[in-house]
Nanobody
Framework: EVQLQASGGGSVQGGGSLRLSCAAS????????IGWFRQAPGKEREGVSC????????FYADSVKGRFTISSDNAKNTVFLQMNSLKPEDTAVYYC?????????????????????WGQGTLVTVSS
């Protein structure tokens, strides 16, 4: 059974940092795309960042570029999202997701249809 276990959310003041983790288990393939979406109240879901496990290609939404860094520990099937210089507009529920046939490039995360697997959301709250 495929599972994504997300952790690391919390509350922080503007300018602070948080690191999200997503541990993936149950995969038979080592080649997939994994990353993070977020959804703020009253807003549409936004793709924040992704990484391709095969080649390490990464993508960042313009809203987080230069502040967030995605990385992976393939040996542990874990992906991290280091979030620095947090802003109140980063407040959202963050979801880890995997799309096995998706494409993660510097231009975006193209999902085959929708993500194949989702982790539970983790809330990030940034106060001003």
């Amino acid at each position: 059974e495929v599972q994504l276990q997300a952790s690391g959310g919390g509350s922080v003041q503007g300018g602070g940092s948080l690191r999200l983790s997503c541990a993936a288990s149950g995969f038979t393939s080592e080649d997939y795309t994994i990353g993070w979406f977020r959804q703020a109240p009253g807003k549409e879901r936004e793709g924040v960042s992704c990484i391709g496990t095969r080649d390490g290609t990464t993508f960042y939404a313009d809203s987080v570029k230069g502040r967030f860094t995605i990385s992976s520990d393939n040996a542990k099937n874990t992906v991290f999202l280091q979030m620095n210089s947090l802003k109140p507009e980063d407040t959202a529920v963050y979801y880890c997701a995997v799309d096995q046939l998706g494409i993660c490039s510097e231009y975006g995360w193209v999902l085959e249809n929708d993500a194949d697997y989702w982790g539970q959301g983790t809330l990030v709250t940034v106060s001003s």
